[in-house]
């Protein structure tokens, strides 16, 4: 079954390099070079400069997957594979399941964590959010009642894109138990994950909740280094990292030596990281909140929970496509509506992670002064 195109990715390749501000984007703002390699210690600043740019194990860095095991209670080294995220869907879903399978997915969601799904010619049931007064929520009645005997496979992703959603901890314990009675692997793309606003937020990683649990997690969002491009499977189940790794060898093999390196300084330094991505989130939801309170007859606010992105509503006359075509052609903003996440309703996306979201909503202010007062 051929691969529909990725609306988002296709979306952001026509517009996102010509735009003056992105409202839509949902990493944070990127680290510089110099700021990173400033945070690093002396010996991983000499793995950087004694690099030799040849093959790496196709595993990933013992270093990096050292590092990346650390963030997991009850997993070691050897539970961790390295890759690209987008390749990380990819070879996970090639490797769990088979056509005729079904999976529950999250949705709306980032496209391939239902696309890889369908295209090998599985049945994707999506598990909607649904919007509420203020904010999000999901009827766990409506997992039990997806799943079937012929399903294999749960996929999660919270902290939710594009919402801002999360779950609470019963919720998750929840959806946990309903996976272990069904005997159902869960897929959990994490990473939002550390980008919770309260301690209290912060779930356990569902490759430690749960044994046979698979996370998914990188640098880009979270990490502030989408440049990178990489990210990590994380697991328990027995033989499942020799899976995944037999799959990559017919993808990328193995990963970006520079890379790596830079990553092991990016995760020994990740409290730093992280409290800058977390002021910024903070401070950028609350100016958000104000603007959307400030123009409440024609936006709808909904608050996110944790991560990096919200999806507020268009309330005003015509279409959200239309508004976010309008947007980008009269003030350089660029928007991304909800269809390109096959969401109903009027929603966007809004990117709460980069530095010029100020200037941004400035932006969108005046063209709602300019063309829709």
């Known amino acids: ?48 400069r004694e690099l030799k740019l040849g093959y790496t194990e196709c595993a990933g860095h013992p270093v990096l997957r050292h590092e990346v095991a650390s963030l997991y209670e009850g997993l070691g080294d050897e539970d961790v594979i390295i890759a690209a995220p987008e390749e990380a869907i990819f070879v996970a879903m090639h490797v769990l399941l088979e056509p005729g399978d079904e999976v529950v997915a999250v949705a709306p969601a980032y496209q391939s964590l239902h696309e890889v ?16 007064e203020a904010s999000w929520r999901l009827d766990l009645g409506a997992l039990e009642r997806a799943i079937t005997e012929r399903t294999r496979l749960i996929v999660l992703n919270f902290p939710h894109n594009p919402t801002g959603h999360t779950l609470t901890r019963d919720e998750l314990d929840a959806v946990v138990t309903i996976a272990r009675r069904a005997d159902l692997v869960v897929f959990s793309d994490e990473m939002y994950r550390l980008l919770e606003p309260e301690p209290a937020l912060l779930l356990p990683p569902v490759c430690s909740l749960y044994e046979r649990g ?34 990559k060898d017919y993808t990328t093999i193995c990963n970006s030596a520079p890379a790596e390196v830079l990553g092991i300084l990016a995760l020994q330094a990740r409290a730093a990281i992280l409290a800058r991505n977390l002021a910024m989130v903070r401070e950028n939801t ?24 919200a999806f507020p509503r268009w309330l005003g006359e015509g279409s959200v496509e239309h508004f976010c075509r309008e947007l980008l052609t009269a003030k350089g903003v660029l928007a991304v509506p909800g269809s390109m996440f096959d969401a109903p309703g009027s929603h966007f996306r809004l ?16 063209f709602l002064a300019t063309h829709w007062r």
């Open 117 to 132: 799904a369908r295209a090998l010619g599985c049945t994707v049931t999506p598990w909607r959010l649904e919007p509420g």
């Open 1 to 48: 079954m051929p691969y529909r195109p990725f609306k988002l990715e296709r979306y952001f390749a026509r517009h996102e390099f010509g735009a003056t501000f992105q409202l839509s984007a949902s990493d944070c703002e990127s680290l510089a070079m110099d700021e990173l390699l400033a945070m690093g210690s002396p010996e991983t600043l000499r793995l950087w």
């Open 214 to 247: 698979i996370s998914l997690s990188g640098l880009s969002k979270s990490f502030a280094l989408p440049g990178l491009r990489l990210g990590w499977l994380a697991t328990r189940m027995p033989g499942m990292v020799e899976r995944f790794l037999a799959f």
């Open 351 to 366: 990117g709460l992670g980069r530095r010029d979201l100020p200037a941004a909503l400035d932006g969108v202010g005046a």
């Open 286 to 309: 609350a100016i958000a909140a104000r603007f959307f309170a400030d123009h409440a007859d024609v936006l709808g606010w909904l608050a996110p929970r944790a991560g990096s992105v």
